[in-house]
């Protein structure tokens, strides 16, 4: 079932789409291999047509979903190899940017992080690992942005998507401890 977000006050309908249907691809709302229809999509949004085949495009290029001409657009499968190159580059760049960061963030960075790990507690306690997902991703953001590094993190961000899919997966079959546990240890 797709979950519908509020559309941001500045983004296009195809920004907008885009955000949406990746959020729902990344939660498992919308599973490996399903079909999805540009004209459900489409009403389901409120939107045209045409914002949702943008979207379907650009999530193509990005290997989200396949597109075939005729016959219909599908959720990607899981791309292990892509699972990998995510995780072995998010590796190394998070261990340079807590290099960094050791050198570069002031009290008030951390009072951010501190807060931040707040609130992935909360999660663990509701047993919220879609929330959660979103808290680790925020906090990472914030380690890159507070070293003046946001364009290498959002460069690694567009990578993410089929790992994000095996972290949530992870996340709501295994223990939410140990993902609070290790950014305790990184902060």
Known sequence: MLEILPKNKRETAREYVTRVLKYNIVNLNLKPGQAISENEIAELLGVSRTPVREAFLE??????????????????????EMVEEARFMRCVLEKAIVG???????????????????LQEYCVSRGDYKQLLEHDNDFHKYLFKACNKERVYNTLRGMMTHF????ILNLAEMDMRKTVDEHKAIL
């Open 100 to 118: 960094l960061a050791c050198e570069t963030l002031t009290e008030k960075d951390f009072i951010f992080l501190q807060h931040n790990l707040e």
């Open 164 to 167: 994000d899919r095996v972290r």
């Open 59 to 80: 999530l193509a290029k990005a290997s989200i979903v396949e597109v075939y001409p005729q016959k219909g657009t599908y959720i990607s499968l899981i791309d292990m």
